[in-house]
């Protein structure tokens, strides 16, 4: 347990030659200035403007998915090429370990264990997601959450497809650049487990701040959950697949229980 708690630094990631360690600095604020760090600070003056309405944060809403053309196969077009967007960042994290020579079974992204990496994302995504639902509504109850709408799409044939296809995006490109890729880069350059787990975990509360107080909170919580079993298990897919189930029902079944239930805000 103690190992979990404070894990030790594993031997064979420092890079000690300095040209390197300025690379790799350079290369972090390049990647996340045009991915998920971008969206991070975006989420924040989301939340800024949110703040200085006057209307409590728990009388607004924000959506997530939402439609970008009229046209309904237009639309669809779109969704799907906001989902490549999301497949392409997180490629982008893969390649540059790659390229910097690391192995990418070496961060879990190996196809040797699918079962087992399987059945270990479904309770990942057990252990988050219904915990997770709960600190919503209770954010939401305090006033520190706006309601979240996971998706405004209408209600088109291709809707379930679409919101699959972006459930899964997300949490490719989440997963890999923002736990694989960042806390690799970061034991690169000597940080401890604590403070990688930690800037990983705010990163990820940092582009959901769109939502409110309980938004970053509970992905924080979730950052530190998934970045302390990659650093002990390294095993990526399992937190892929957590992520990706988790936003499936998030996506899906609002579509499906919004207006049929009165608990959703």
Known sequence: MRDWIFPPRPGGWLVDDRAERRLIRVELVVVFAITLGLAGLSSLVSLVDSLLRTEALSDQSVAINVPQ???????????????????????????????AGIALARVGLDLRRKGRDVLVGVGLAALIGLPGLG??????????????????????????IALVVLAIGNAWAEEVLVVGYFITRLRQLGLSEGRSLWASAVLRGS???????????????????????WQRANRLWPLVVAHALIDIVAFVGYSLLSGAVDWLP
């Open 135 to 160: 600190f919503y509504l209770l954010s939401y109850a305090l006033g520190i959450n706006l309601a979240v709408a996971p998706s405004t799409l209408g209600d088109l044939w291709w809707r379930p």
């Open 69 to 99: 053309a009229r046209a309904g196969l237009l639309d669809l077009v779109r969704q799907l090429l906001s989902a490549l967007r999301l497949f392409a960042w997180g490629a982008l994290g893969a390649y540059l370990l790659h390229r």
């Open 207 to 229: 582009y959901h701040l769109y939502q409110g107080f309980g938004g970053f909170l509970g992905n924080v919580v979730m950052g530190l959950v998934f970045g302390r079993f």
